[in-house]
């Protein structure tokens, strides 16, 4: 029964993202759902695309490994992150009318800067979009009692995604978003309820949870321990913003007043629902007591899956399984489309220019399959990982390459293009620095890629010959 239920939702899901996929009719529509969301609409696909597979298995495994000081990059660092979208960045990108975040470094900087920023945007998918791929091959492990292999599972969720993103777009991620959302929220909290009764009331779990230092959000008062609790939390807060799946949000929106409060209720959302999770483990302290160490030394993410598995009724099997498909599901389809729309308009483009918009929206249609084969192969390769630990290594570029030209353009007039390459060029040539020396382990490679992102920003601004008004960008003028 469980397994039809799953398969049922599956081709539920087809369903409604192949319906919405008629109102594509051009490019724009493709990559932003031709700036017609209304806000319901744009609060739910912002919440579902945070709320992946990391946000079911991973929390609550860096939850149980490290307590709430380890949460510190998502959830947040990622919920915060899209409450900042909303109050400083989602105004002033809306009015440019733009496809791509990347146009606006074209528009901005130029052409070099637009280019290897896209570069930087596609290549950090790969491990968010891989843990996502990773996630359904063990659901599906799971579902079958490992009749079906971890592979096999990848292959099966992968088709299932690519079929409604391939020909919908924006226009079906957004609203089987929207969708999985509804589902996430019911069939998570349901399972927190069962949790709760089964342990003896909410404040049992808490006090466990208390009585083992968990609930202690800041790390001891020591240098280089806030200074990586630090960095862990810039990553995503920072690191995400700069990135088309976010600007493919906010462009969405039918008006500028949505596009500037659905990622701030959308974050809002996903920061008091990803805590959910983490009570649903901290439950096993009274549920499973003698297995729950043991499971945490071999790998903590399977904690929640043991637990709903064979220490809950059966009913929360299927409820457990809505949310999970849903959380893997609607964040894979919308990393899947953000780098295919990316790298069609902002690398392709430039070796064709005279593309129509019918070619662009078969590229783009290409480049969702192309991208999601390659996905398929990173994760293959990089079995073992965990999820956790591939979405956040997924925002550090994007932190020391291209936050810094983002906020200064748009913030600081005087931005220029050879202060965006100095920036570009100082924090990656930083950040690599510490990650391949010893010199990461005594400070915070992303930190240090930041801090030189900022200093570089400044100093190829000052250093740039004064303009004329006409000489300078349209975006400056």
């Excluded at 932003?32 to 919440?47: E, N, Y």
């Excluded at 069939?187 to 069962?194: H, K, W």
């Excluded at 005279?354 to 192969?377: G, N």
Aim: proline share 5%.
């Amino acid at each position: 029964m469980l397994l039809i239920f799953v398969v049922l939702y599956l081709l539920a899901s087809i369903v409604v993202g192949l319906y919405f996929a008629r109102r594509v009719r051009g490019a724009a529509d493709y990559a932003v759902a031709g700036r017609a969301l209304p806000l319901s609409i744009v609060i739910g696909t912002t919440f579902a695309t945070w709320f992946g597979s990391e946000t079911v298995i991973g929390i609550p495994a860096k939850f149980l490994e490290g307590g709430m000081s380890d949460t510190a990059e998502d959830p947040w660092g990622a919920a915060f992150c899209l409450i900042l979208v909303g109050l400083v960045f989602a105004r002033p990108l809306y009015r440019f009318s733009l496809l791509t975040i990347n146009d606006y470094f074209r528009e901005r900087y130029g052409v070099a800067i637009e280019l290897f920023c896209s570069v930087v945007s596609v290549l950090s998918y790969l491990g968010w979009v891989a843990a996502q791929i990773s996630a359904l091959g063990i659901v599906f492990s799971l579902l079958s009692d490992s009749a079906i292999s971890p592979f096999t599972g990848m292959l099966i969720g992968t088709v299932v995604v690519l079929f409604y993103t391939l020909f919908g777009g924006m226009w079906s991620v957004a609203v089987t978003d929207f969708l999985q959302m509804i589902v996430i929220v019911i069939c998570l909290t349901a399972i927190a309820v069962i949790a709760s009764n089964l342990a003896g009331g909410p404040m049992r779990v808490m006090h466990e949870a208390h009585a083992r230092n968990m609930l202690h959000f800041f790390p001891p008062l020591e240098t280089k321990r806030i200074l990586f609790f630090i960095g862990s939390g810039v990553t995503f807060l920072l690191g995400s913003i700069p990135q088309q799946d976010i600007f493919q949000r906010v462009m969405s929106a039918k008006s500028e007043r949505i596009a500037v409060i659905g990622p701030i209720i959308g974050g809002s959302a996903y920061l008091v629902f990803s805590f959910i999770p983490m009570f649903i483990v901290a439950s096993g302290y009274v549920l499973m007591p003698d297995e729950l160490p043991v499971l945490i030394e071999q790998d903590a993410q399977h904690v929640l899956p043991t637990l709903v598995m064979e220490h809950m009724p059966h009913v929360t099997r299927v409820l457990f399984f809505g949310a999970l498909l849903s959380a893997i599901m609607s964040t894979a389809s919308s990393t899947i489309l953000a780098p295919s729309t990316v790298f069609v308009q902002n690398v392709l483009k430039h070796f064709w220019p005279e593309m129509s918009d019918r070619q662009e929206l078969l590229f783009m249609r290409t480049m969702v399959l192309l991208f999601t084969l390659l996905v398929l192969a990173y994760s293959i390769a990089m079995d073992g990982t965990s999820v956790y630990d591939l979405v956040s290594s997924s925002y550090q570029l994007p932190l020391v390459g291209a936050f810094v030209p983002l906020a200064a353009g748009l913030y600081w007039p005087r931005a220029t293009n050879r202060g965006a390459i100095t920036s570009i060029v100082f924090g990656l040539a930083t950040w690599i620095l510490f990650m391949s020396t010893s010199l990461g382990e005594r400070f915070p490679q992303q930190l240090a890629g930041l801090g030189m992102a900022i200093f570089g920003m400044w100093l190829g601004t000052v250093l740039t010959p004064p303009q004329s008004k006409a000489e300078r960008p349209s975006s400056e003028q």
